[in-house]
């Protein structure tokens, strides 16, 4: 099976830079994915490792390290709209479905 | 528009009752799946679907049934086996064999017992 760890809340301020990690157990791995999810709204994708490394989307970069099991995403110049939940997330063996970590609060203040 | 449409956005159940929350779309995807997620939690896998007429169950399924009829239609049933049905029920859709890569979420259905 599989299993993901990530914080359950981080605080930071707008403008500033925050990392999200993200520790994972897998049978079989087929990639790190994450996600924002505003209160109330759907889960929205935010970027893709299938290799290690550093992927950049905008303010947003995601890394991945194999070996390590481990992932983060980076949120740079913070902005208040990024004050969202964020979740990573692992697929199985065949690729056939996606198990979610548990999610990580962001707040920004200003 | 292309995009997944959940009904209703608020369900409500009566106790022993089943009920059925809907989810179509019109992206053409082969694999659709049902989450659900509980206040300020992660989300959970109920059952999946790659192909008309074929279903797995995921991580919880008791207490749920679903059907593939169509290929733009996974509806979730929510049964009165389910003694604890209120959460927010998510379906999601993506082409076969990009499941790893990116998921495409409707906009839920908020489901509480009355």
């Known amino acids: 099976g599989q299993s993901l760890e990530q914080p359950s809340e981080v605080t930071a301020v707008e403008g500033a830079i925050v990392q999200i990690n993200c520790t994972y157990q897998?049978?079989?791995?087929?990639?790190l994915s994450w996600y924002q999810q505003h209160d109330g709204g759907a889960p929205t994708f935010l970027s893709y490792?299938?290799?290690?490394g550093l992927e950049e989307t905008g303010r947003f970069s995601s890394f991945l390290s194999r070996s390590d099991s481990y992932g983060y995403l980076l949120l740079q110049e913070l902005q208040m709209k990024d004050s969202a939940s964020y979740f990573c997330?692992?697929?199985?063996?065949?690729?056939?479905?996606?198990?979610f970590g548990g999610g990580t609060r962001l707040m920004v203040k200003p | 528009d292309g995009g997944i449409t959940q009904s209703p956005k608020y369900l409500f159940r009566k106790e022993g009752q089943n009920v059925t929350l809907s989810c179509e779309q019109n992206l053409n995807h082969d694999a659709m799946y049902w989450y659900r997620q509980d206040p300020g939690q992660g989300l959970r896998l109920i059952y999946y679907?790659?192909?008309?007429?074929?279903?797995q169950k995921g991580d919880i399924a008791e207490g749920y049934s679903v059907s593939r009829e169509k290929k733009e239609s996974f509806p979730l049933t929510v049964t009165s086996a389910q003694k604890n049905p209120t959460a927010f029920y998510l379906c999601?859709?993506?082409?076969?064999?990009?499941?790893?890569?990116?998921?495409?979420f409707g906009s839920g259905t908020q489901l509480s017992v009355l």
């Open positions: 897998t049978s079989g791995f087929y990639g």
């Open positions: 999601a859709s993506t082409p076969l064999g990009a499941t790893n890569e990116k998921l495409f």
């Open positions: 490792n299938a290799l290690d």
């Open positions: 679907s790659q192909i008309v007429n074929d279903f």
């Open positions: 997330a692992v697929g199985d063996n065949a690729g056939n479905m996606l198990t």
